[in-house]
């Protein structure tokens, strides 16, 4: 089978984001930051060589064209481990393909792989073969944004079982950053870069940024609410509106309403704390709030009436005709027709003396 090149394309939106806005590789966390003991073990590419061919033989013992198929195995390890860019979980993948048709189907997908792969499931395959297929299905996945579908393909396996521990830890986390399940991704990241010394130096530099940014980030916050919104708009480019889709909706919107609220919670606080702030203080050309309850003032003016000199013809109440005319007119357009009535009688009786002054 004639080797494949892999288009080395890493679908997350959020790391060329990511990437922009740092100022500098690896910054952010330090390496003492992981000081502890590695809950994990990469294997030797030779001990994996071995085990890959050993099953390959065990296939296809029966097979009148085993020998050949063996052969050609050697060689897809001899052209690769020796090539820049090794990648050790293609190279079994390879190996396999040539011992099972239904992996060999899964190796030539050019699209994004399917999630069904029922056969998966059969007691009568090996962990072996079964672990590196679902860990290089999940791979894919991730590779072409199908972060929902990868993850329950990754979250199954075990660093100790897997031909490359690496692998499986950076594309889980992956998958749990753009799926906002911070704490799950932070522990994965923490990890991975147990042995930051051993894994591929993009896994390492992007990990740490992906730490950064999940450890920095806060739930409802606006930033949240925006990565969720482009969730959405990823599922619905990838046809699936259905159920997960319509509940990361409701969650954007039950988010922003809440963000809402508390924004006009605080604006009429702030609006009712200026309204009291004031009361009392009659300075500044703003009017003095009423008081909350009966009781003297204690006003700080000095208490002083100015005297008032009145007509003594009786004058004093009385208006001239052009200013009492604005006032009916005025009072017509601000109060009901009733108030005009009981005014105009008022100055009736002012003009005839029936009122007293």
């Known amino acids: 089978m004639a080797t494949r090149v892999q288009p080395v394309r890493f679908g997350l939106a959020a790391l060329a984001m990511i990437l922009a806005a740092t100022p500098a590789a690896g910054a952010g966390t330090s390496g003492d930051d992981f000081a502890r003991e590695p809950s994990w073990t990469p294997p030797a590419v030779a001990a994996v060589r071995t085990e890959a061919l050993d099953w390959l033989a065990d296939r296809v013992a029966d097979d009148p064209a085993g020998a050949v198929l063996v052969e050609r195995g050697r060689a897809v390890w001899g052209a690769r481990v020796d090539a820049a860019g090794f990648d050790l979980l293609d190279a079994v993948m390879e190996t396999l ?5 239904r ?3 899964v190796w030539e997908m050019a699209g994004g792989p399917a999630t069904d792969e029922p056969w998966l ?11 590196a297929v679902r860990l290089w299905l999940g791979r894919q996945l991730v590779r072409h944004e199908r972060f929902d579908d990868a993850l329950p393909l990754l979250a199954g396996l075990d660093v100790a079982d897997v031909v490359d521990p690496a692998a499986l830890l950076f594309h889980r986390a992956a998958c749990l ?3 906002l399940q911070t704490d799950e991704a932070i522990d994965t990241l923490d990890q991975l870069l ?5 894994v591929p130096v993009r896994y390492e530099r992007l990990a740490r940024l992906l730490r950064a940014d999940m450890a920095a980030l806060e739930d409802d916050s606006l930033d949240h609410v925006a990565r969720r919104m482009r969730d959405i708009t990823r599922r619905l480019g990838l046809g699936r509106p259905g159920g997960d889709t319509r509940r990361v909706q409701e969650g954007v919107i039950a988010s922003l309403d809440r963000m809402i609220k508390d924004l006009e919670d605080r604006q009429q606080q702030q609006q009712q704390q200026s309204g009291g702030g004031g009361g009392g203080s009659g300075g500044q050309g703003g009017a003095a709030a009423p008081l909350d309850e009966s009781r003297l003032a204690g006003g700080r003016g000095p208490g002083e009436v100015k005297n008032r000199a009145f007509d003594q013809e009786g004058s004093w109440g009385d208006l001239p005709p052009k200013d009492r005319e604005e006032s009916l007119q005025q009072i017509s357009r601000e109060f009901p027709p009733h108030y005009r009535e009981a ?6 009786r002012l003009a005839t003396g029936g009122e007293t002054r």
């Open 121 to 131: 499931d059969d007691p009568a395959i090996a962990g072996f073969e079964r672990d």
């Open 177 to 179: 950053h753009w799926l």
């Open 103 to 105: 992996i060999a189907e």
């Open 194 to 198: 147990e042995r930051a010394d051993d």
């Open 343 to 348: 005014i105009e009688q008022y100055f009736k």
């Open 97 to 101: 393909a040539l011992g099972d048709p």
